[in-house]
Nanobody, 120 residues
Framework: QVQLVESGGGLVQPGGSLRLSCAAS????????MGWYRQAPEKQRELVAT???????VYADSVKGRFTISRDNAKNTVYLQMNSLKPEDTAVYYC??????????????WGQGTQVTVSS
């Protein structure tokens, strides 16, 4: 199994910044795509950003130009730098990763989520 642990959430004022981190551990063979999703109260979970092992990125239109996703393949860690935060960015942010385990089995894992609250 592959486990994901997020950190870095919290309370920030509008216009502020936060950096989320997500570290993968366990029986990792190779991680293909890592990403961040978010879920606000009474809303469906939505994609925020993803990044492939080669560094190709995809962003939701709502965060383009404000958020930056990056990853450290050696550390099996993905980051989300969030700048110019808005109240509508308030949500639980979930890390996701997919790939192959050490036993050549596909996996798709989710983290437990970290709360981001943007409020004055």
């Amino acid at each position: 199994q592959v486990q994901l642990v997020e950190s870095g959430g919290g309370l920030v004022q509008p216009g502020g910044s936060l950096r989320l981190s997500c570290a993968a551990s366990g029986s990792i063979g190779s991680i293909y795509t890592m990403g961040w999703y978010r879920q606000a109260p009474e809303k469906q979970r939505e994609l925020v950003a993803t990044i492939t092992k080669g560094g190709s990125t995809v962003y939701a239109d709502s965060v383009k130009g404000r958020f930056t996703i990056s990853r450290d393949n050696a550390k099996n860690t993905v980051y989300l730098q969030m700048n110019s935060l808005k109240p509508e960015d308030t949500a639980v942010y979930y890390c996701n990763a997919d790939g192959l385990t050490r036993y050549i089995r596909e996996f798709a894992s989710w983290g437990q989520g970290t709360q981001v609250t943007v409020s004055s």
